[in-house]
């Protein structure tokens, strides 16, 4: 789901941009691969299955030196920091789509519903155990939703429009 909002800044960017966006792509998918197979590596199969942050436990049993200890507090600190920033580029980047979309000039009268929108959305899970539930049962087909079908049909309506266009246009020449 990002990688679609991300791609609402692509019309902004040049056409390098496009090529960047791709390798990120790939380079996302080869780092998280490679994750996994540390984490099954290190942990094991069935503590890498069971644990909710893996690789907070794979940190917090590290030890690097008697000097150095408590890697995992500074873990927390940099996910808490990466967490902020995603999810400040991604209401950026939905901010932006809803304006591009319905030709909003004033971006504050989008943003300020979307904020409230999104706290009241954060209250919705009271502990890590409901939204795991959540993510279980109904993550995949509310990603399928709104991240392939809903994406596949705007695509399809423009190709349909856009070959309607040259119909049109060939008709009105000939």
Same mark, same amino acid.
Not at 6 to 35: C, Q
């Given at each position: 789901?990002?990688?679609?909002?991300?791609?609402?800044?692509?019309?902004?960017?040049?056409?390098?941009?496009?090529?960047?966006?791709?390798?990120?792509?790939?380079?996302?998918?080869?780092?998280?691969?490679?994750?996994?197979?540390?984490?099954?590596?290190?942990?094991?199969?069935? $503590?890498?299955?069971?644990?909710?942050?893996? !690789?907070?436990? =794979?940190?917090?049993?590290?030890? *690097?030196? %008697?000097? &150095?200890?408590?890697?995992?507090?500074?873990?927390?600190?940099?996910?808490?920091?990466?967490?902020?920033?995603?999810?400040?580029?991604?209401?950026?980047?939905?901010?932006?789509?809803?304006?591009?979309?319905?030709?909003?000039?004033? $971006?504050?009268?989008?943003?300020?519903?979307? !904020?409230?929108? =999104?706290?009241?959305?954060?209250? *919705?899970? %009271?502990? &890590?155990?409901?939204?795991?539930?959540?993510?279980?049962?109904?993550?995949?087909?509310?990603?399928?939703?709104?991240?392939?079908?809903?994406?596949?049909?705007?695509?399809?309506?423009?190709?349909?429009?856009?070959?309607?266009?040259?119909?049109?246009?060939?008709?009105?020449?000939?």
């Amino acid at each position: 789901m990002e990688t679609i909002s991300l791609l609402m800044i692509l019309p902004y960017a040049g056409n390098k941009a496009k090529k960047g966006f791709i390798i990120g792509i790939a380079a996302a998918g080869l780092m998280f691969a490679i994750s996994i197979f540390f984490t099954i590596g290190i942990l094991g199969v069935y $503590r890498s299955a069971h644990l909710t942050y893996p !690789i907070y436990v =794979i940190f917090r049993e590290m030890q *690097l030196s %008697k000097f &150095i200890q408590h890697v995992e507090a500074v873990l927390s600190i940099n996910m808490l920091l990466l967490v902020f920033l995603k999810l400040s580029i991604l209401f950026y980047c939905a901010v932006l789509g809803i304006c591009q979309l319905f030709q909003i000039k004033n $971006r504050t009268c989008i943003a300020y519903p979307t !904020i409230w929108l =999104i706290s009241a959305y954060s209250l *919705l899970f %009271k502990n &890590i155990t409901e939204n795991v539930e959540w993510v279980q049962n109904y993550l995949f087909p509310y990603y399928t939703l709104y991240g392939v079908i809903l994406p596949a049909v705007l695509v399809g309506v423009n190709w349909i429009r856009a070959a309607r266009e040259r119909q049109t246009g060939e008709i009105m020449r000939g």
